[in-house]
């Protein structure tokens, strides 16, 4: 049966390659909820691409997560979140909350990812082959996230769509 649980409050990790449609799906959430990855790199770096920033914003990330965690708050990462580490470190926070953690894979084919690059500005575009890489990583994990410790993994469809789009309408 499909799984269409999202607990609350839960920490949605959303798992993608860039340009899969992460940020398209996390507007589905009203903003206060969404933390994403790029913003963190601009608000340290004043450059949302510049990947030198990426420690520093995922530091800053991670203490506004634990702030939200600790009263409850259900947290979006919007960040490409496919290497394992990057999702353990995130589960470690939920955990010491006892917040439930939801995977959210959006498994948009690589060749889509790669296209939707070209009408990026250059600073903001993702080379071919990290993009691919990316890709490869979210589906090699997608067998093994409820054992690293999602409660629920759910893969964005067209069912999640319409029940997204209803829950920001309604709330
Ligand atoms: P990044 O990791 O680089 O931030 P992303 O996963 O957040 O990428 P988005 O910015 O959400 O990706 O989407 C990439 C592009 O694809 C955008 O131009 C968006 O408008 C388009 N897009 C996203 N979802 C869809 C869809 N379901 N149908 C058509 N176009 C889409
Ligand atoms: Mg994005």
New binding site residues.
């Given amino acids: 049966p499909l799984d269409t649980t999202i607990p609350d409050p839960a920490l949605i990790v959303l798992i ?10 996390a507007s589905t959430w009203p903003s206060t909820q969404v933390l994403e990855l ?1 913003q963190f790199r601009a608000m340290v770096s004043d450059d949302a691409g510049d990947q030198t920033a990426t420690v520093s914003a995922a530091a800053v990330l991670h203490s506004v997560l634990e702030a939200r965690l600790a009263r409850k708050r259900t947290t979006v990462i ?1 960040a ?1 979140n496919t290497e394992a580490h990057v999702r353990a470190g995130l589960l470690d926070v939920a955990r010491s909350y006892g917040v439930p953690a939801v995977a959210f894979l ?1 498994s948009t084919p690589a060749d889509v990812c790669v296209q ?1 690059q070209a ?1 990026r500005s250059p600073a903001r575009a ?1 080379p071919a082959d990290v993009v691919r890489r990316q890709h490869a990583e979210a589906a090699a994990a997608a067998p093994h996230l409820h054992d690293e410790g999602f409660a629920h993994v759910l893969c964005a469809d067209r069912t999640h769509r319409l029940e997204l789009l209803l829950r920001r309408v309604s709330g």
């Fill in positions: 993608g390659a860039a340009g899969s449609g992460k940020s398209t799906w790029d919007d490409t959006v939707r009408s993702v």
